[in-house]
């Protein structure tokens, strides 16, 4: 069974649709076609339910889909460590990070390419869920996510540093208290992260704690689209120490610290926890136990 096959398959499923999984493969539509067929055909099953376009998977197509992309990776695993024997690490990197943790995830990103000049890295925004989902669906060679609420499974992971929270507010906007306690949060109008980002629950999870209860005006799911919100000066925000950070020198900007929660929000790199471990995730481990964070940064 030729691996490009089932790269046509994964590619069909992924992009939902014959003519993008055909660019995202640089094949024309018809050779994926064919290619499907002929996969169709090896297995003596059909995999793609048809209807004019790109219709989903039959049954036996859902159940082949983990053993493709172990396949996949398996074999693209093969190729790297075969390529690296006796020469440097190649190929891309797939990086998801979670917003909270973009600026660290650039020193990452900048210490990776110092060791591994021909690594191309690729880097993503999700959440810290879609990171685990996708590192055990092969998508992703590492993840920059929480490691402490809602623990990742079957993870291997190294602290980087742990987030504290800011208060952050324009200038000439809203009054705000010079040192707010969690109950003035409570009665401030706010912009936040929605919550189905990681950060907003561990925040509500910690006001819960207190019998206090966060009701934003407004949500969002980056932190410049509430930064572009704040900057109207109607609204504050709650944001990661390290995002207040890339706000200093600006003049419209005030960083207010708050009160520390008690409990340490680690953020750190992981791997899926699998034998053996490919060279790109080895390759990412290596470089976060060396990484040296700069001042402003801290693990608890």
């Excluded at 172990?70 to 024997?85: K, P």
């Excluded at 980056?222 to 003049?251: E, F, K, T």
Aim: aromatic share 4%.
């Amino acid at each position: 069974m030729q691996t490009r096959l089932v790269e046509y398959f994964l590619a069909l499923h992924r992009e939902r649709h014959f003519g993008r999984a055909a660019a995202s493969c640089n094949v024309s539509q018809p050779t994926l076609s064919a290619g499907i067929a002929t996969l169709e055909g090896q297995l003596g099953k059909r995999l793609i339910v048809r209807d004019r376009k790109y219709a989903g998977l039959t049954p036996e197509g859902e159940a082949i889909l983990p053993w493709a992309r172990q396949l996949i990776a398996a074999a693209d695993a093969l190729e790297q460590v075969a390529g690296t024997a006796h020469g440097p690490l190649k190929g891309e990197l797939r990086l998801g990070a979670i917003p909270a943790s973009m600026p660290a995830t650039g020193f990452l990103v900048e210490a990776i390419r110092a060791r591994f000049p021909d690594l191309n890295v690729q880097v993503r925004a999700l959440t810290s869920r879609q990171i685990e989902r996708e590192l055990a669906a092969f998508e992703l060679d590492a993840g920059v996510t929480y490691l402490d609420f809602e623990p990742p499974a079957h993870a291997l992971a190294v602290p980087l540093y742990s987030e504290r929270s800011r208060l952050v507010s324009a200038k000439d906007g809203i009054a705000v208290p010079d040192r707010p306690d969690w109950h003035d949060l409570a009665r401030l109008p706010l912009c936040l992260l929605h919550q189905g980002m990681q950060n907003r629950r561990i925040l509500d999870a910690h006001l819960a704690a207190l019998g206090l209860a966060l009701r934003p005006i407004v949500t969002a799911d980056s932190y410049i689209a509430l930064l572009a919100i704040v900057r109207q000066g109607h609204l504050c925000s709650i944001m990661p120490d390290n995002h207040a950070l890339l706000l200093q020198g600006l003049d419209w900007a005030r960083i207010t610290p708050l009160p520390e929660t008690g409990e340490a929000n680690r953020i750190g790199v992981i791997v899926s926890d699998r034998t053996p471990m490919g060279p790109l995730a080895q390759s990412v481990l290596a470089v976060a136990r060396e990484l040296r964070l700069p001042q402003g940064y801290h693990l608890s």
